[in-house]
C-alpha cells in the first residue's frame, strides 16, 4: 500500500481532553495539528463531567481551586451548547467527614476563592433542611440526613465535549486531523530532533508525517499510556495510577445530582441521566501494568458503589447498580497526591528529543490552561511562531516541571502547608463568629 504524506506543525499523540485542547490551541494560533489516537475510549477517570474547582480541593491547593473557578468560566464561554449549570445537593449525614457547621464555612471560604466560575456572580450556597431535603428527594432515606447544601457548579458531558472542541478546531482550521491508528511505526531523528513520525492506521494505511523546515513538535498526551508511547524513544517517566469505577442503575430516580459519602469519607457522585442514574467513582490504588486495566474484576468496586446506594436511599434492595466504565487517574510516582498538570520538557530529561513533550493535565477543567502554559514554552524555545491568536496567555505558570520531582515535591508541600493554613485559620473564624452569635441569641432571644 502507498504511504500517505501528511505536513503538519506539531503532532498529539493522544484524543483524550487534553489532546483535544492542545489541537485546539494550535488552531487559534493558526497552526495545523495531527491528532493520533489508538480508538481506546471510556477510559477517563473524570467521566463524572464535572467542570469544577471543588471545594475538597480547598485543604490541599487553594491556589489551584481559584485557577480552575477562571478556567470552569471559559469552558462555560467557549462551548455553551454543552456545559451547563447544575444545583448539586451534598447530603450531610452520617459519613459525612465534617460537620454542618465545618462544612458551611468550607462552603463560605469556597464562594469567595471560586467566585470567577461565574459571571456574574452566581448565588452563594444555599443551605436545605432535612425536612425540604426528603421533600425534594423522596426516595433518600427518612431522617438519615440532617439535611444538604446547594452548591451551583458547571458540569459537562465529557464526549458531548471532546466532539464540541472538535468542531470548534476544524472551524479554526480545517487542515487539523485526527487518525485513528494501530501503532506508530517509528520515528526518524536527526541531531536529536524528531523530523518525522511513521504510523500505520486502523485500516493499514501507511502514514508519514512531517513538518518541512521546522521541526515537527510532538506532544504525548496519551493519558494512562503516557508511559508506554514514551518508552518507545527510550524515555522512563515514572506515574501511579488510581482506579475509577462507576456503576449504573436503569432508570430514573433522584432529581437532583447529589453528592454523598462513603463510609470511607470519599466522596460518592448520583447523576441522573437521561436512561439510568450513574454512581461513583471509586478511588483505589491500581498497579503500574496498565494492561491488566481491561482484564479488571469489577465485582469489588461494583459492591463498593451498591453499598454506597443503600446508604442514602430509603428502600435499596430493589436497586442494583452494575458496572458502567472505569478509568486511571495518573499521578507522578513519590509525589503527594495532588490535581495541578505536570509538563515533561527536553530540559527535564537529557533523553528527550528537543522537540518532545509529555503533559498530564490534571483536573479536565484545567486542560485548556496547560495547553496555554505548552505553548508559551514552545514559543519560548522557538519551536513555534509567537501568536497573538493564542487562547490562552498565561502569567505564570501553574503546572509543574514533570522531569523534576524534587522541585514539583516541594512545590507541593508549600501548597499543602499554605492551603491547611489558610483553610484552618478561616474555619476557626467561622466556628467562633458560630459560637458567639449562639451566645448572643440565647442572652437575647429577642
Not at 433522584?254 to 469519607?265: M, Q
Not at 441521566?273 to 483505589?284: I, S
Request: hydrophobic share 40%; with cysteine.
Amino acid at each position: 500500500m502507498d504511504q500517505v504524506t501528511l505536513k503538519a506543525d506539531l503532532v498529539v499523540m493522544g484524543g483524550g481532553i487534553a489532546g483535544h485542547a492542545i489541537i485546539h490551541e494550535a488552531a487559534t494560533r493558526g497552526l495545523t495539528g495531527v491528532v493520533i489516537e489508538n480508538g481506546v475510549i471510556g477510559q477517563s477517570h473524570y467521566a463524572t463531567g464535572f467542570l469544577s474547582p471543588r471545594p475538597d480541593y480547598l485543604p490541599q491547593d487553594i491556589d489551584s481551586v481559584r485557577e480552575t473557578a477562571g478556567e470552569c468560566l471559559k469552558w462555560a464561554e467557549l462551548f455553551p451548547e454543552v456545559v451547563k449549570e447544575k444545583i448539586l445537593l451534598v447530603l450531610i449525614g452520617p459519613n459525612t467527614p465534617y460537620s454542618f457547621e465545618t462544612f458551611e464555612g468550607l462552603l463560605k471560604l469556597y464562594d469567595s476563592v471560586a467566585a470567577k466560575r461565574f459571571h456574574p456572580p452566581m448565588k452563594e450556597h444555599s443551605r436545605i433542611s432535612r425536612a425540604e431535603l426528603e421533600r425534594m428527594e423522596p426516595i433518600l432515606k427518612k431522617n438519615h440526613f440532617n439535611g444538604a447544601f446547594g452548591l451551583q457548579e458547571w458540569m459537562v458531558e465529557p464526549d458531548e465535549l471532546l466532539k464540541a472542541v472538535w468542531q470548534r478546531t476544524l472551524s479554526l482550521n480545517s487542515n487539523c486531523r485526527r487518525i485513528l491508528i494501530k501503532f506508530v511505526a517509528g520515528y526518524v531523528i536527526l541531531k536529536n530532533v524528531i523530523r518525522e513520525i511513521h504510523l500505520v492506521t486502523k485500516s493499514g494505511q501507511h502514514v508519514k508525517i512531517e513538518s518541512g523546515s521546522n521541526p515537527l513538535v510532538v506532544i504525548n498526551t496519551a493519558g494512562p499510556w503516557i508511559g508506554q508511547v514514551a518508552k518507545a524513544l527510550g524515555i522512563d517517566i515514572p506515574l501511579s495510577f488510581r482506579l475509577g469505577v462507576q456503576a449504573a442503575v436503569p432508570g430514573q430516580y433522584i432529581n437532583s445530582h447529589i453528592i454523598a459519602f462513603g463510609n470511607d469519607g470519599k466522596y460518592i457522585a448520583f447523576l441522573q441521566k437521561e436512561k439510568y442514574l450513574q454512581v461513583g467513582p471509586t478511588d483505589t490504588p491500581f498497579p503500574q501494568d496498565i494492561s491488566k486495566l481491561l482484564l479488571h474484576n469489577h465485582n469489588e468496586d461494583v459492591a463498593y458503589l451498591n453499598g454506597a446506594l443503600g446508604e442514602i436511599l430509603e428502600k435499596p434492595a430493589f436497586l442494583q447498580a452494575e458496572f458502567l466504565k472505569q478509568g486511571l487517574r495518573i499521578g507522578i510516582e513519590g509525589l503527594p497526591a495532588n490535581n495541578r498538570p505536570f509538563i515533561w520538557t527536553p530540559d527535564a530529561s537529557k533523553k528527550f528529543p528537543d522537540n518532545y513533550f509529555a503533559v498530564i493535565p490534571g483536573k479536565m477543567a484545567l486542560a485548556n490552561l496547560v495547553a496555554g502554559e505548552l505553548f508559551q514554552k514552545l514559543e519560548e524555545r522557538e519551536l513555534l511562531p509567537r501568536s497573538q491568536y493564542s487562547f490562552n496567555s498565561p502569567v505564570k505558570s501553574h503546572g509543574l516541571d514533570g522531569g523534576n520531582r524534587s522541585k514539583a515535591g516541594l512545590q507541593l508541600l508549600w501548597n499543602i502547608f499554605k492551603s491547611h493554613a489558610i483553610v484552618g485559620l478561616s474555619l476557626s473564624l467561622h466556628l467562633v463568629t458560630l459560637s458567639f452569635k449562639k451566645v448572643f441569641y440565647y442572652k437575647n432571644p429577642d
